[in-house]
């Protein structure tokens, strides 16, 4: 049995989990930063660095504290390199080099997407390679082959936002507050999902991509317009969301028969509306359908102890010269797509 010591600091969560080889979560702490960041409607780069700063080594200490062990028992360190906020990942990263250089521990530098993308199995065993993932957070918005630990192939991304961020800006939008996914959702539950007309991005299309400025732009219009109540406009909002991420996902779904299930994870996993519907699509297809519990969906140091856990049973590990990345797909290899830019 191995365990690993897994930091999280790419955004706006300062994290610190223990994870061992038999997927058992031996302590974890998670320090969010809504107090700093909400008179601004959304997450400011230094002040989340600053706080990780602040925050990162009392979470470390903690975590090792409340499993009974110490540095010298962990078998390797693991931490987020990227992509994300260039700072905040930067204090996370330069802590890991720390623990693991004291230490004398192996490093294993995590790509923040791959931890997303393992965190199913960490808590299902039985979920095996090749399954397709939906990732949908803040910053992302991709479907992936999943093949095994570093093998994934990319087959639709968004050309503009992501999901997480159109729900972040409509939050802004309509007045209810930071963190916007959670608020969305809260306030939909009380309104009607068809009494505001939105468009739906590429539904229909043969692209395989996503795209959300669009319906971000819409409900701006159409809360400028005054006509409908601040409810009705995230019911609606929430709605045009799932029928763009079901009808892209049909499309990978058909692609991809060897998959063995159908996963989500990323932040925006959490949304109940989202969970079911992407359930009800998997079914469709035969499918089994697999989504981590929602503390699994928003970044936390689990999901980086398991990626760690995973590269490091796989050989994986890095030396103390590895660098910080701001961007870092997981398929390199995959086309370049109309829009996206550096975030495909």
Partial sequence: MTLILGLESSC???AAALVDSERRVRAHRVAGQEAEHSPYGGVVPEIAARAHVDRLAPLVEGVLADAGVSLADVD?????AGPGLIGGVMVGLVTGKALAHAANKP???????????LSPRLTDPDLA????LLLVSGGHCQLLLV????????LATTIDDAAGEAFDKTAKLLGLGYPGGPAVERAARDGDPRAVPLPRPLVGSTEPHFSFAGLKSAVARAAALGDHGVADLAAAFQQAVV????DRSRIALAACPQASAFVVAGGVAANGAIRAA???????HGKRFVAPPLWLCTDNGAMIAWAGAERFAAGLTDDLGVAARPRWPLDPAAEAVRGAGVKA
Wanted: some cysteine.
């Fill in 278 to 284: 992407l359930t009800e699509l998997a079914h469709e």
């Fill in 129 to 132: 390679f090749p399954y397709l």
């Fill in 243 to 246: 029928d763009c991420l079901v």
């Fill in 147 to 154: 093949s095994g630990v570093g093998a994934y192939r990319r």
């Fill in 107 to 117: 490093l294993v530098a995590v790509n923040h997407l791959e931890g997303h993308a």
């Fill in 12 to 14: 706006d969560e300062t």
């Fill in 76 to 80: 390797a360190v693991a931490a987020t």
